[in-house]
């Protein structure tokens, strides 16, 4: 069963490398193409994610270095993969080809100047998380002691994305930031969340936050983190999956996807070490779910809440 694949960091780490990876096959490289292929990921979501540590003055040219990147190492040299640059451009995929889109996790990369986001729309770019876990100049992250909003320039990003026809990400935000999106986010998405009432982490959304997503006619994406899918010790894929079903039982089983986070992750649920062993989640839903559920987690449930046609 094809899946939809919303968040993973291998461009953070060919650029680390500095060219010495090969996106399609070396092993260091958890979402490398052939396990992804192996895994039947048929669209790849990639991350341009700048750490907090890089000088602000440079964030902007390594969010651009990642691009390219994803251009030279990961398009270039693969012609099975496929850019993703518009919406439409999911159904026009063929057999053998893989989908690739990118993302942008935290707009600290473009300090105040929103051309550096049309910039980034411009290249491909269809889904802003706004923060990573702290606070920049458009809001507080998840992790941020303060736990404030969303500021002026915050909400003129959310606004320009709405413009765009772009995802905002809540997966990073604070509480109160998130509140401040879903009041006006036309396209609200957490791309690799997990609920809070099954893992009390503070990445994690809380069953009120669901709602507010599920009424908004946005998706939740579940990650494979062990520490937002358990609180202690080893995590399995039915771990995972109690995830799935809490917010089935809140309303969403319409409105849930996948979203591993894979090589931005050091530790493992047990069974999904790497995209080969996607279809070993698959194969677990199927134990509980239908097989259109089960597609709908896998990828027909973002294709039907994407902008241009969501209902």
């Known amino acids: ?12 780490k060919l650029r680390e490398s500095k060219g010495s990876l090969r996106f399609a096959d070396s092993p260091e490289l958890q979402a490398n193409k052939t396990r992804l292929q192996n895994g039947r990921v048929k669209v790849q979501c990639f991350a341009i994610f700048v750490e907090p540590h890089i000088h602000s003055e440079q964030k902007f040219q390594v969010a651009l270095e990642q691009v390219d ?14 850019h993703i640059k518009e919406w439409a451009d999911f159904d026009r995929l063929k057999i053998g080809q893989t989908g690739a889109m990118l993302t942008l996790e935290g707009v600290d990369v473009i300090g105040n100047d929103l051309m550096k986001l049309r910039t980034l729309y411009r290249l491909g770019v269809r889904s802003v998380g706004l923060t990573w876990n702290f606070a920049n100049l458009a809001a507080d992250g998840a992790e941020e002691p303060r736990g404030a909003g969303l500021t002026m320039l915050g909400k003129e990003i959310v606004q320009l994305n709405n413009q765009y026809k772009v995802l905002t990400d809540v997966s990073h935000l604070s509480e109160k930031a998130f509140w401040d999106v879903m009041e006006i986010a036309d396209y609200p998405i957490a791309s690799h969340s997990n609920a809070k009432t099954i893992c009390d982490h503070p990445r994690n959304l809380t069953d009120e936050q669901a709602l507010a997503m599920f009424k908004k006619g946005g998706m939740i994406h579940v990650v494979y983190f062990p520490p937002f899918v358990k609180e202690k010790g080893e995590a399995s894929i039915g771990d995972l999956v109690k995830h799935i079903d809490h917010f089935c039982s809140l309303g969403g089983v319409k409105q849930i996807g996948l979203g591993s986070d894979f090589d931005g992750i050091s530790q493992f649920v047990n069974g999904l070490e790497d995209a080969s062993k996607s279809q070993n989640l698959i194969n677990e839903l199927l134990k509980y779910y239908s097989e259109d559920e089960v597609r709908g987690f896998a990828s027909q449930n973002f294709l039907d809440h994407r902008p241009g046609v969501r209902r």
């Open 69 to 82: 990147y994803f251009y030279q190492e990961v398009l270039g040299k693969n012609p099975d993969m496929v």
């Open 1 to 12: 069963m094809n899946i939809i694949d919303l968040h993973c960091d291998v461009l953070y």
